[in-house]
């Protein structure tokens, strides 16, 4: 099968899905600067999902480079990937028209849960397809990083039942986490 047909295919995919994001973000009702403070919580969402969506973009075009062939089984995990991450417009959305409330903002970490666990996955599928000794075996090693980051998606979840802007902390803390890029298969694609 041909990677780079994997790769476009999800290229197309997260280009609707950045742009359903920012079709979802209204107009402001004024003129001036306070009519868009009433809009600065929905942008703020937006930002946040924005980076979210980049950080499994980049990080599975790495990984695809660093892949050698792909197959039937990685086209299902990466499509329950783009599934996860098709969902990110409808929590933000719903998360704005609820206020923050709380299981919306839960809501938001099942969903990047899900994606943490489809790129998991589709992780897992693409080194066992290529071989334990292949160049994405090696560069990913335990993948510590990846660990962390859906164990705090996972405790976030509960979180936000208690208090919804500690939750969308670990969400942005995750982010700023990742916004770091993850040279691990950079350095082994160079070598």
Known sequence: MNRARLEAFTDGVIAIIITIMVLEIHVPAGH??????AEVPILLAYVLAYVNVGIFWNNHHHMLHAAERVNGRVLWANLLLLFW??????VIRWMDEAGFAAAPVAAYGVVLS???????LLERVLIAYNGPHSRL???????????????????S???AFY???ASLAVYVLIALVWLVPDRRIEAHLDA
Not at 85 to 90: G, R, T
Not at 114 to 120: C, D, E, L, R, W
Request: overall charge positive; glycine content about 12%; charged content about 15%.
């Open 85 to 90: 991450l098709s969902l990110v417009p409808f």
């Open 114 to 120: 899900g994606a943490a666990v489809g790129y998991t």
């Open 137 to 155: 075996a090696r560069a990913v090693g335990s993948d510590r990083k990846g660990k962390l980051s859906l164990l705090g998606y996972l405790l």
């Open 32 to 37: 001036d600067w306070s009519a868009l403070r």
């Open 157 to 159: 979840i509960p979180l």
């Open 163 to 165: 208090q919804p802007l």
